[in-house]
């Protein structure tokens, strides 16, 4: 559960991007952590808070976006381009319902802070604050996401400075968004998806932002309609420069998908999007697992590959995880996989078994067996290996019983026993090679 909970907490991390416009297409992704100075109430800033309650009264809570992460309640950065930090700070009032409200402050001639703007809260409470230059003017604009009285859906504003004071320029319902390039063009767009559960639809739109028009939109494509939630966007490549957005979904309460999102000959496109259906099923899987990166920045789809020889009727469905990556042509498999939720690790299966092994698990005695299997003919054949787990400390016992430890932590060690002989069998260092904590 721990884990989950780290990974949502990265996944709220991955859905706020923002790209760095060099005039050479996608280069560096930074998360709002790395875009805005962390915050400081000491030093430089010490006499923000007191500027503040000179300005709005002292009786005030100072608030932080709810769904960012390590971001505190006040950012800095140089809207206007004159060389130093403005701040934006957020607070409600302490007499009024939860309403987040924004505050510009900039420093004096004196060093001091001084109040000069007070904006007026489009939701109920902040969700997500970003800055980023949209329209390539040098100078960052301001992307705020709030959470709205009424829905699920959540509503964006973005402010771009004008004459000291931020004035807001643009505004659209959103489910999630991400800023990034995702047509190569040197300027970031903002990609939303919008979900209406009601209607069982979703759609992705790239939207540019210009000071004169707002935003206009440069392209859209659908998404599956059914999906519950998203879970997790991380941006990056299909194929070799291509920016494209791995968008992870839940589908129920644990059923996953992902729909891949990239710009081909001047349009969006979702890549394993069926528009007979208007679904994803292609990557649809049962069970929860979401894209990985590889340490060589490739992304990895897991599809579901149902184990061989399992009774249709079997309580608990078995499956392996096939990591594919994306393909024009046709989806390049990286590795085959087992996941043991109970013991949170991963077993990499050796290439020559992709085929013709199945396994067992009895989550009990916390035993995997690995068999051959002949799907020619349906028949289990010879166990390969078992992976067993035992309580940390028990080596002895489990070396009498014929297991050799791959891995361990301060809980338990991580142990199989390989059947040597068959033209499939692997030795120890492909099991230990084949073992990674998840
Ligand atoms: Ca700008
Ligand atoms: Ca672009």
Redo the contacts with the bound molecule.
């Keep these: 559960m721990k884990k989950l909970l780290l990974r949502l907490t990265a996944v709220i991390a991955a859905i706020l991007v923002c790209v760095t416009a060099s005039g050479c297409g996608i280069t560096t992704f930074l998360t709002p952590a790395e875009t805005i100075r962390p915050p400081r109430i000491t030093g430089e800033f010490e006499g923000v808070r007191t500027a503040l309650e000179a300005s709005v009264g002292s009786d005030i809570v100072m608030e932080y976006p709810k769904g960012d992460n390590g971001v505190a309640s006040f950012m800095t950065a140089d809207l206007d381009g004159d060389g130093t930090d403005e701040v934006l700070a957020f607070y409600r009032q302490d007499t009024e319902a939860s309403v987040t409200r924004m505050n510009l402050l900039k420093s004096d001639s004196s060093g001091g802070w001084v109040s000069v703007q007070d904006i007026d809260p489009v939701g109920i409470a902040l969700d997500s604050v970003s800055f980023c230059d949209l329209d390539n003017d040098g100078c960052q604009e301001v992307v705020t996401g709030w959470n709205m009285y009424d829905a699920k859906n959540k509503e964006m504003a973005i402010y771009k400075m004008d004459s000291g004071l931020l004035t807001q320029r643009a505004s659209e319902r959103y489910t999630e968004y991400v800023l990034c390039?995702?047509?190569?063009?040197?300027?970031?767009?903002i990609v939303v998806l919008l979900l209406s559960s009601a209607e069982q639809t979703a759609s992705v739109s790239a939207f540019k932002f210009s000071s004169a028009d707002g935003i206009t939109i440069s392209g859209s494509a659908p998404l599956d309609g059914g999906v519950t939630s998203y879970a997790k966007i991380t941006v990056g490549k299909a194929g070799e420069d291509v920016p494209a957005l791995y968008i992870d979904a839940f589908k129920g309460t644990t059923a996953t998908l992902t729909e891949l999102v990239y710009w081909d000959d001047g349009k969006l496109v979702n890549a394993y999007y069926n528009d007979e259906t208007g679904e994803t099923s292609a990557t649809l899987r049962s069970f929860t697992e979401y894209c990985r990166e590889t340490r060589e920045g490739e992304m990895l789809i897991p599809f579901e590959k149902p184990l061989f020889g399992q009774s249709e009727d079997a309580a608990v469905r078995l499956n392996f995880t096939e990591w594919r990556v994306f393909e024009d042509s046709a989806d390049e498999i990286s590795t085959v996989t087992f996941k043991c939720d109970d013991y949170s690790y991963y077993f990499n299966l050796p290439e020559q078994w992709y085929d013709s092994v199945s396994a067992t698990y009895g989550s009990d005695s916390s035993v995997l067996i690995f068999y051959e299997y002949d799907p020619v003919s349906g028949s289990k054949k010879g166990e390969l290996m078992r992976i067993r787990i035992f309580e940390a400390g028990q080596t002895e016992e489990a070396q009498s019983l014929g297991y050799e430890v791959i891995a361990s932590d301060r809980t338990y060690i991580y142990t199989v026993r390989l059947v040597r002989g068959n033209e499939l069998s692997i030795d120890l260092t492909a099991a230990r090679e084949g073992f990674e904590f998840i």
């Excluded at 390039?181 to 767009?189: K, M």
């Design positions: 390039d995702i047509n190569s063009d040197s300027v970031t767009e």
